[in-house]
């Protein structure tokens, strides 16, 4: 089964200028994060201009569009487009956008220690390097995940049947991660991260279940597939994903974005999960928070079990039971 099954409900937010731009769960503060997210999704030629403005975005602030097309080897109409397309009105405002993102770096403080990691790297660049692209991505995804679309998806997971939680790869150990705090909290949810496996449980959703596929590109096959089975029995479906307009997006009724960056020796698949992972602490506080009772006492019993099972708690001399035979 395909993923482009059933009508796209993913809502198109509002952009600063009044027009289309975005998706469900995208609310952007930095260009740059906007940019890199929407990037897969832009014709070619756009490309060339987001590569661009990527490569040296503090340049392009006080560049002319003229200069800026010619670096691109493109016109300044598509500029202008490219512009449109990421949801900023036209270049004076991209230019306005990156000159704030700019003042903002510079008041922080922060510091660019890159991304790209190479061969020749020494081991306290590579630490260094794997530091800033873990808290960047922290801070962006922090920064642009939309606060309203984040308290749906709670209130859907905090009421739902059931939950299933699927994919595959790197997004697999955060898919067993949300599942696994999810169930400690008592709520039912599963994990599944064998397409064949999420298939069959998504066969078997109904209204009242929710479905959850966590993929950084948004394109892959299988948790596409996954998520578009369990909406076509009516399960409530979200996408926890890097880029609002890819094809997962079609096939959810809510759809959560990460920043992440991808970088050499596929750090991407390192700073991905980071990402994600800050987003399903955000929705499993939301869910313990709106059962917090029922929570806070499964979180006791779930404590009380395997902490006897610490070598604190046998060199207190209490023994965990035995299985009988």
């Given at each position: 089964m395909r993923a482009r099954l059933g009508r796209q409900v993913v809502a198109r937010a509002s952009d600063d200028s009044g027009g289309s731009g975005g998706s469900e769960g995208f609310r952007v503060s930095s260009p740059l994060v906007r940019i890199r997210s929407l990037l897969p999704g832009l014709a070619r030629a756009e490309?060339?201009?987001a590569e661009v403005v990527l490569a040296d975005a503090a340049s392009v602030a006080h560049r002319s569009i003229t200069t800026v097309a010619e670096a691109a080897g493109t016109s300044e109409t598509t500029v202008t487009r490219f512009c449109k397309a990421i949801g900023i009105g036209g270049y004076p405002e991209l230019r306005l956008a990156l000159a704030v993102e700019a003042?903002?770096?510079?008041?922080?403080?922060?510091?660019?220690?890159?991304?790209?990691?190479g061969p020749g790297d020494r081991l306290v660049d590579v630490v260094a390097k794997v530091a800033f692209a873990d808290a960047?991505?922290?801070?962006?995804?922090?920064?642009?995940?939309?606060?309203?679309?984040?308290d749906s998806v709670v209130e859907v997971l905090a009421a739902a049947n059931r939950v299933d939680v699927c994919a595959v790869g790197a997004s697999a150990f955060v898919a067993l991660d949300l599942q696994r705090k999810l169930h400690r909290i008592g709520r039912t949810a599963f994990a599944w991260t064998d397409v064949?496996?999420?298939?069959t449980s998504a066969a078997l959703l109904t209204p009242g279940d929710v479905a959850v596929g966590v993929s950084h590109t948004g394109s892959t096959l299988e948790t596409v597939d996954a998520l578009a089975r369990a909406r076509l029995n009516g399960a409530c479906t979200v996408a926890i994903t890097n880029f609002p307009r890819s094809p997962i997006t079609e096939v959810a009724d809510h759809v959560l974005t990460t920043a992440a960056r991808e970088t050499t020796f596929r750090a991407g698949a390192l700073?991905?999960?980071?990402?994600?992972?800050?987003?399903?602490?955000?929705?499993?506080?939301?869910?313990?928070?709106?059962?917090?009772?029922s929570a806070q006492r499964a979180l006791a019993s779930t404590h009380e079990a395997i902490s006897a099972r610490g070598l604190d708690a046998r060199a207190d001399g209490r023994r965990a039971p035995r299985s009988r035979r």
């Open positions: 490309q060339r201009v003042a903002r770096s510079a008041a922080s403080g922060s510091r660019e220690v890159g991304g790209d990691i960047r991505a922290v801070e962006e995804t922090a920064d642009q995940l939309d606060i309203a679309v984040l064949y496996m999420a298939l700073v991905s999960r980071t990402a994600q992972l800050t987003v399903v602490d955000c929705l499993f506080i939301g869910v313990a928070q709106r059962h917090h009772e």
